[in-house]
């Protein structure tokens, strides 16, 4: 590209028009949509440098990204972190906390959980500092109840609220791996799966499919309070959350080696579905 100041010129060029005199731009300097390549008109800046500025500005770019999601990185970290340190640190804490969280509940006085922020921390990892055995009836959910977020509880539910294999397994993961504290054995109120017990093992019911398997972990309960006076229901259901509690504390090799160790507490609880209030038991 050349500059005429106050003259023009014909060449095979284009005649550009400035404020400054005219400039012509060879045919060379034309993209392939015939416009003018447009470059400083005082200032040439070789190829080779524009590549340089080219290179560095990628660079800056690049290098801002990486910044930018390491410091997301470090504040994904950093919440996982602060949900462990706020957990309580001991069994006797950690029931305090289930106890004033169903309080909570009762009263409708919920902690607030904005559940979207919380997505990524949890992708992370968990920290539940309480493991809860209960019943899957639907009415029932341990997280409403003791008013916590996710991440916070450790659920294992089957109908009947009883500990097989299976969910001893379970709270060995959650006790020995995630490092919960406190387990507790959740029964309640009119249970089916008690009621079913009953109806089998004093009136001689018979069940479909596979209810009689899962019915047979409740028959010592039910045989245990027969003769005992007032709801059988009731009795049943407590006798059948007190026994679990003794299976999990004797249970081999993990569980009951962490309840000696006092770094593990087993205890049981039934919640009242008329009112919401669950009862720890002594």
């Not at 804490?93 to 969280?101: F, T």
């Not at 977020?149 to 993961?173: H, I, K, Q, T």
């Not at 029964?187 to 596979?210: M, Y």
């Not at 049943?236 to 299976?247: F, I």
């Amino acid at each position: 590209m050349r500059r005429f100041a106050g003259q023009k010129a014909f060449l095979d060029g284009t005649i550009l028009q400035s404020g400054h005199g005219t400039t012509i731009t060879e045919p060379s300097e034309l993209d392939p949509s015939g416009q003018a390549r447009r470059r400083s008109e005082d200032n040439h800046t070789p190829p080779f440098m524009d590549q340089e500025n080219y290179s560095r500005r990628r660079f800056v770019r690049r290098s801002v990204t990486l910044a930018g999601a390491s410091v997301a990185w470090n504040l994904l970290r950093c919440g996982a972190q602060a949900a462990e340190q706020d957990n309580p640190q001991t069994p006797d804490d950690a029931l305090k906390e289930l106890i004033a969280g169903n309080e909570r509940y009762i009263t409708g006085e919920h902690t607030h959980h904005d559940y979207g922020p919380e997505r990524p921390a949890l992708a992370l990892s968990q920290h539940p500092f309480a493991a809860i055995l209960g019943c899957a009836d639907s009415r029932v959910s341990p997280e409403l109840a003791f008013d916590q977020s996710r991440g916070r509880l450790f659920v294992v539910r089957l109908a009947g609220n009883f500990a097989d294999d299976n969910g001893v397994a379970s709270l060995e993961f959650a006790t020995s791996v995630l490092g919960t504290s406190l387990i507790m054995v959740l029964g309640h109120t009119e249970c089916g799966a008690v009621n079913a017990a009953i109806d089998v093992f004093t009136k001689g019911a018979s069940l479909p499919g596979h209810l009689p398997k899962l019915v047979s972990n409740l028959q010592a309960p039910v045989e245990n309070v027969r003769s005992q006076s007032g709801s059988i229901l009731d009795n049943a259901t407590r006798e059948n959350v007190v026994l679990n509690v003794q299976k999990i504390q004797t249970s081999e090799p993990i569980l009951a080696a962490l309840v000696k160790e006092n770094r593990l507490k087993v205890v049981g609880g039934i919640y009242d579905l008329a009112t919401g209030k669950i009862t720890v038991l002594s």
